[in-house]
């Protein structure tokens, strides 16, 4: 079986093939620094950090970068605002993305490259561009040549005559056609900026990214990845810039996500309608969050509500559920070793269902599914008279596997196994056995007093916080 990506430059999709066997470089575009993070920002970090998972479970080696965009309009008017400087309000949003990403279940970037850190590469870059005639300074202002670059519009689709049509210079621009973008800003009185060939300045948006790709992961990457947003004129922009310098295909995989709809209208800053992922985790297991994110393709568009929310939790506690199952029946078992081959053959055909799906341009949703499957197949199992200990460690080690795959780690459940709460539940299942059942009363009362909910199954007494 392999892999397939749909890939927004051919519009269709496509065997994968790395540029280098059992390696992918992978370049993902990081959010801007001057807020915390949204759910439209979440949403590509948990896509894309779940795309890396599944690449490594099917054995590639992924260095897999992403950026902070730490200086631009947005920052200078956020540390204006405050009363700030710029370095000092990117530091403490990029602070609360790595707390938000990790809650999660996303992991860090191999690299994570910040634009002010990278200012050397990126006046290097701009200074090749106007060597080679792509680019030209313009009054302190450096702008990239867009009718120069023969493939721009290739990765969205759009003719440059399509693109003139809707062109203009704005108000204080000192380009020579309305297609130019800028490479370089000249700063304005009481911005922050760097010494460069041209002036005092900072880089324009698309470059930075061109710049760290090809500093941390080549001239030619595998798959740059986004959401759907970018992809004009951000990633347009990226091509033009990188395959002008080098002569060579920037990228060969181009992903996108969908946008996020809430409450079935467009997320967006007019409509006063942003979510930020730093409130949700406040009242929702950001475990959930990122189930959800998965529920749906990654490349359609997805619909958030509260109320959906709670549905995913509580199709995620089915899951976990089931998984608790199976493992409070492999720790209470009389330790047998015989096996059945076709509970052990409906596993494994499971999880090769599992990653038919995943191989499918990483289809999280139908994957999802399977897990659903695995948990009906699980509960099937524990009704039988007599389970045996090789086929209950199969189930564990499926859910424990692909849930991994998909960031949602079920280990975080052993933190409430605490030997205190069971030796409690013990108690009480003794008195029970007794009849002494005001006992068994005071522990239900005491274990609830200490937000434990306890649950009554076929396969003994389950516990959860509140």
């Given at each position: 079986m392999s892999i397939k990506i749909y890939n927004?430059?051919?519009?269709?999709?496509?065997?994968?093939?790395?540029?280098?066997?059992?390696?992918?470089?992978?370049?993902?575009?990081?959010?801007?620094?001057?807020?915390?993070?949204?759910?439209?920002?979440?949403?590509?970090?948990?896509?894309?950090?779940?795309?890396?998972?599944?690449?490594?479970?099917?054995?590639?080696?992924?260095?897999?970068?992403?950026?902070?965009?730490?200086?631009?309009?947005?920052?200078?008017?956020?540390?204006?605002?405050?009363?700030?400087?710029?370095?000092?309000?990117?530091?403490?949003?990029?602070?609360?993305?790595?707390?938000?990403?990790?809650?999660?279940?996303?992991?860090k970037a191999d690299v994570h490259p910040r634009v002010m850190e990278s200012m050397d590469i990126i006046i290097d870059f701009i200074q090749a561009l106007i060597d080679k005639g792509y680019a030209y300074e313009s009054e302190g202002d450096v702008y990239y040549r867009t009718r120069k670059f023969e493939g721009y519009g290739k990765l969205s689709h759009q003719s440059i005559d399509d693109l003139k049509a809707g062109a203009?210079?704005?108000?204080?621009?000192?380009?020579?056609?309305?297609?130019?973008?800028?490479?370089?800003k000249a700063a304005k009185e009481g911005e922050i900026s760097w010494d460069s060939p041209w002036g005092k300045g900072r880089p324009g948006w698309h470059i930075e990214c061109s710049a760290m790709a090809k500093k941390y992961l080549g001239e030619s990457i595998d798959i740059h990845a986004g959401g759907q947003d970018l992809a004009f004129p951000h990633h347009e922009n990226e091509i033009a810039q990188s395959e002008a310098l080098t002569g060579k295909p920037f990228a060969k995989y181009w992903m996108h996500n969908g946008y996020i709809n809430i409450d079935n209208e467009k997320m967006s800053k007019s409509l006063g309608n942003f979510v930020l992922v730093h409130d949700i985790i406040k009242k929702h297991d950001p475990k959930v969050l990122r189930f959800f994110m998965l529920s749906v393709h990654y490349r359609h568009p997805i619909n958030y509500s509260e109320e959906l929310l709670e549905n995913m939790k509580a199709g995620l506690e089915r899951l976990t559920t089931s998984y608790q199952?199976?493992?409070?029946?492999?720790?209470?078992?009389?330790?047998?070793?015989?096996h059945n081959e076709e509970w052990l053959n409906k596993i494994q055909d499971l999880r090769e269902q599992f990653i038919k799906e995943m191989d499918d341009d990483f289809n999280t949703a139908n994957a999802i599914s399977v897990l659903f499957e695995l948990s009906k197949q699980a509960n099937y199992y524990l009704m039988e008279k007599n389970t045996h200990e090789e086929v209950l460690k199969a189930f564990m080690n499926e859910f424990e596997t692909l849930f991994s795959v998909l960031g949602l780690e079920l280990e975080a459940e052993e933190g409430l196994l605490d030997e205190e709460i069971e030796r409690l539940i013990q108690e009480r299942n003794q008195a029970r056995k007794e009849r002494n059942f005001s006992r068994s009363d005071e522990i239900r009362d005491q274990l609830k007093a200490m937000n434990i909910i306890l649950e009554d199954t076929p396969q003994g007494t389950r516990w959860k916080r509140g």
């Open positions: 927004t430059l051919s519009r269709k999709k496509e065997e994968f093939q790395p540029l280098e066997e059992g390696k992918v470089k992978m370049y993902v575009c990081g959010p801007t620094v001057y807020n915390y993070i949204h759910i439209g920002n979440a949403r590509p970090a948990i896509v894309f950090d779940t795309v890396r998972r599944y690449l490594e479970f099917r054995g590639y080696e992924v260095s897999y970068v992403s950026n902070f965009t730490d200086v631009d309009d947005k920052l200078i008017r956020a540390a204006n605002e405050l009363g700030e400087d710029v370095p000092t309000i990117a530091q403490r949003f990029i602070d609360a993305y790595f707390e938000d990403i990790s809650a999660l279940g996303c992991r203009r210079i704005e108000v204080g621009e000192k380009k020579q056609d309305a297609l130019d973008f800028a490479l370089w199952n199976i493992k409070h029946r492999l720790s209470s078992s009389s330790g047998l070793t015989d």
